[in-house]
């Protein structure tokens, strides 16, 4: 009989958008004839831009040739990709090398795997809410958590605390799911605690692309010293709208090393390189030349003009908040409007009360942590028309 991985059980029984989806379909099976307009999950809802489709078609075009045909290809991800990522970089100030460089499937796998690198003893530091995936995957490989608190009066943004010792931080920004972004300062903090701590920061910067304040760093490795300290992680999902297409990428600096137990000198780089190479067979051809164009001046160009519209779609979910006089976080540098449930409720109870009263799906505060029960998270990523109906409905909600 096999022993199985009873850190599983420790799991909740379903993953946060599952139970969304569940409760959503059983609602519109009783009630075929209402219009349920979906505000939770952070999919996007616009096209992929013209130039980075024909890039696509270039790169299936390929395959159709044997003199242009790819077969397996570097785990890592071909030069010309991970040299434009390298490129996007330098034009936000940072300088990297593409052997830093690692192209993916996306965030939330380069999230949950990173955890293959890391014994199982290390003081593993989440906030408190936040993205699921980065509690679940330590969950499963048995690690204890230590959660810090991110509120409204620390405005989300939780700092470190200084008694306390981690080895392993997790730090989104902007953030997943409130939308708050760190600043340069409260940045060089947290890597100066962690050189201190001998302590890594698993970054996520997947949303970077809404940053719109220019006094706000785009990448962790803009501040000094993060280098020997950070990972980032990063994704085209919601840059470019590959949420169905999938490719992502991870900065994992050369000069990223830690003594392990015994005294030796490990690189992160050279073991996520191993990880890679073992368990990972690379993104497809197709759509990294995709991806690649996504970093050339017409795919950014393009890219930008998605990212507008769903920039519009915030400005006016916020407005609504704003004539109801809710409480609210992000919308700016962020596609997410996180508010203060109304009315004194919970956010699965806020949950049910909106599907059922005007059909409008947001996504519960409690599902991203204990700090999140009484907030809830609307998405920007809907159609303008949706938006707009749905903050109609939500006007005569209360």
């Known amino acids: 009989?096999?022993?199985?991985?009873?850190?599983?059980?420790?799991?909740?029984?379903?993953?946060?958008?599952?139970?969304?989806?569940?409760?959503?379909?059983?609602?519109t099976a009783a009630n075929p004839d209402k219009k349920v307009i979906r505000l939770g999950i952070g999919d996007v809802t616009l096209p992929i831009g013209n130039s980075i489709i024909k890039a696509l078609h270039e790169g299936v075009d390929a395959q159709a040739s044997a003199d242009t045909f790819k077969g397996y290809g570097p785990e890592q991800g071909y030069d010309f990709i991970r040299d434009a990522i390298v490129a996007y970089y330098e034009k936000n100030g940072v300088t990297i090398s593409p052997k830093e460089v690692?192209?993916?499937?996306?965030?939330?796998?380069?999230?949950?795997?990173?955890?293959?690198?890391?014994?199982?003893?290390?003081?593993?530091?989440?906030?408190?809410?936040?993205?699921?995936?980065?509690?679940?995957?330590?969950?499963?490989?048995?690690?204890?958590?230590?959660?810090?608190?991110?509120?409204?009066?620390?405005?989300?943004?939780?700092?470190?605390?200084?008694?306390?010792?981690a080895d392993i931080i997790y730090l989104c920004s902007p953030n997943n799911p409130t939308g708050a972004a760190y600043n340069y300062e409260q940045l060089k903090e947290w890597v100066d605690y962690a050189l201190e701590n001998d302590a890594i920061l698993l970054y996520d910067s997947a949303y970077e692309c809404f940053i719109t304040d220019e006094t706000l760093p785009r990448s962790i490795f803009a501040i000094e010293g993060a280098k020997k300290c950070a990972v980032e992680f990063c994704s085209l999902s919601k840059t470019a709208g590959f949420t169905g297409t999938?490719?992502?990428?991870?900065?994992?600096?050369?000069?990223?090393?830690?003594t392990s137990s015994d005294g030796r000198e490990m690189s992160v780089n050279a073991m996520w390189n191993r990880r890679q190479t073992t368990k990972f067979n690379g993104v497809s051809y197709i759509i990294q030349k995709g991806a690649a164009q996504v970093f050339s001046e017409e795919g950014m160009a393009e890219c930008r003009a998605n990212i507008q519209y769903y920039q519009e779609n915030a400005r006016i979910i916020a407005e609504c908040m704003d004539k109801k006089g809710i409480r609210y976080f992000g919308g700016i540098n962020s596609p997410y409007i996180w508010f203060e449930c109304p009315m004194g409720m919970e956010s699965w109870e806020f949950f049910d009360y909106m599907l059922n009263q005007i059909q409008v799906v947001g996504t519960p505060g409690a599902g991203f942590g204990s700090n999140g029960?009484?907030?809830?998270?609307?998405?920007?990523?809907?159609?303008?028309?949706?938006?707009?109906?749905?903050?109609?409905?939500?006007?005569?909600?209360?």
């Open 246 to 258: 999938r490719c992502g990428y991870t900065i994992v600096p050369e000069a990223l090393q830690f």
């Open 1 to 27: 009989m096999p022993k199985l991985n009873e850190n599983y059980l420790n799991l909740k029984e379903s993953y946060l958008f599952s139970e969304i989806a569940h409760r959503v379909a059983a609602y």
């Open 373 to 398: 029960k009484n907030f809830f998270r609307l998405t920007a990523f809907g159609s303008r028309e949706n938006t707009v109906e749905a903050m109609k409905r939500f006007e005569t909600l209360f």
């Open 102 to 165: 690692f192209v993916s499937d996306g965030a939330k796998s380069d999230t949950g795997n990173i955890t293959d690198l890391f014994a199982q003893d290390n003081v593993i530091l989440i906030p408190d809410p936040v993205y699921p995936v980065y509690v679940d995957t330590n969950i499963m490989n048995g690690r204890n958590i230590t959660y810090m608190n991110a509120t409204a009066e620390n405005n989300f943004l939780p700092m470190p605390d200084k008694n306390l010792h």
